[in-house]
């Protein structure tokens, strides 16, 4: 295996014959998870942005060479946008008084990024359908990310509203 198709399928995991895009989000829970915790967030951050720009180009190339745009194997863009979606409920987690927000961070964070990047409303869809190349395929999983993100924060408001008034 290259080492784009490596990067390009977060380590493998976009090869798998059953839904490519879940098991590599799936896959990049764990490392963002590690990092988030270890290194910080703003370590997470930055990588977040650098696999961006870094798959931008990498899709590029792997689209030229293969002519088949946004090959179910990538799964990057997963990454990228279960990584923003973790960091902003997490975010949000950690300001909340009451136990497990954290841990119910982690699983929505995940449930609502799998939402918007398999449902695609509005923006999300539009830059599905009409960007080519890297940049459609990393930018719908990266506003996917934010959405989820800010749907978790909103969900764990909720709980605390309700836990707490």
């Known amino acids: 295996m290259t080492m784009q198709k490596l990067f390009l399928t ?10 490519p895009g879940t098991v590599g989000t799936l896959a990049s829970l764990p490392v963002g998870l590690a990092i988030l915790n270890y290194l910080g967030m703003e370590t997470l951050f930055m990588l977040t942005l650098t696999i961006t720009i870094i798959g931008i180009f990498e899709i590029n190339k792997y689209e030229n060479e293969t002519g088949i745009h946004d090959h179910q194997q ?3 863009d997963e990454a990228a946008g279960m990584w923003l979606s973790l960091m902003i409920a997490h975010s949000t987690a950690i300001t909340m008084p009451y136990p497990y927000a954290e841990f119910l961070a982690i699983l929505l964070s995940f449930a609502a990024f799998r939402l918007f990047d398999i449902w695609k409303p509005s923006t999300i869809g539009w830059i599905d359908r009409e960007l080519k190349g890297g940049m459609g395929v990393m930018l719908d999983d990266v506003l996917a990310g934010i959405a989820g993100g800010l749907l978790s924060a909103v969900v764990l408001m909720g709980i605390e509203k309700l836990l707490y008034t």
């Open 74 to 76: 990538i799964v990057i």
């Open 10 to 19: 977060f380590g493998g995991a976009g090869l798998s014959p059953k839904a």
